[in-house]
């Protein structure tokens, strides 16, 4: 089956950039969704279709996809921004859904 | 404002049955595709099942395929996952999650619930 793959843990001081990474066969072909999870609440969208902020979201997100691999952009982290961040994408086919494995954004 | 709230958690037995539903509002239901994402305890997320925007096609993760069953009801706003046959790997918050597609499918999602608690157990 499919398989998306994140690095499990990215950690950098506040104001730093941080980098998210997600790789997967089919990412040059099918957009890639980024969804940040904070302790005990339901996940929230931060970029879509690659590269495109939701409205509410703050401008320091960013997403860019090359190939066969995609990155969320967190430039100048805050403390608040420390989540579980997920991508996700489609099968070549369209027909299946599927997240990578999650990393763990440590801002301190 | 985009709402969607699920109901119909709960504890239950290994090959037993749960219906899960979600009710909408805030936009036009009938023109978004809707998803379930479920969440077990301390692990990521794992996208369950999709249905278009006129029912007429669904979406499956090989993991339920064959004991769920999703659907709607368009004239109530309400989206429904019945759950046959369920195990303790099932055991999950289950989310309902709207599609950002006007119109289309595109197995995202841009909002979602606050998720219903599932637990498969004897």
């Known amino acids: 089956s499919y398989e998306l793959t994140q690095p499990p843990s990215v950690s950098v001081s506040p104001g730093q950039t941080a980098r998210i990474t997600c790789s997967g066969d089919a990412l040059p072909k099918k957009y890639a969704y980024w969804y940040q999870q904070k302790s005990g609440q339901a996940p929230v969208l931060v970029i879509y279709e690659d590269s495109k902020r939701p409205s509410g979201i703050p401008e320091r997100f960013s997403g860019s996809s090359s190939g066969t691999m995609a990155t969320l952009t967190i430039s100048g982290a805050q403390v608040e921004d420390e989540a579980d961040y997920y991508c996700y994408s489609t099968d070549s086919s369209g027909n299946h859904g599927v997240f990578g494995g999650g990393t763990k954004l440590t801002v301190l | 404002e985009v709402q969607l709230l699920e109901s119909g958690g709960g504890l239950v037995q290994p090959g037993g049955s749960l219906r899960l539903s979600c009710a909408a509002s805030g936009f036009t239901f009938s023109s978004y595709a809707m998803s379930w994402v479920r969440q077990a305890p301390g692990k990521g997320l794992e996208w369950v099942s999709a249905?278009?925007?006129?029912?007429?096609?669904?979406y499956y993760a090989d993991s339920v395929k064959g004991r769920f069953t999703i659907s709607r009801d368009d004239s109530k706003n309400t989206l429904y996952l019945q759950m046959n046959s369920l195990r303790a790997e099932d055991t999950a918050v289950y989310y309902c999650?709207?599609?950002?597609?006007?119109?289309?499918?595109?197995?995202?999602?841009?909002?979602w619930g606050q998720g219903t608690l599932v637990t498969v157990s004897s």
């Open positions: 249905i278009s925007g006129s029912g007429g096609s669904t």
């Open positions: 999650a709207k599609d950002p597609l006007y119109g289309g499918n595109s197995l995202a999602f841009d909002y």
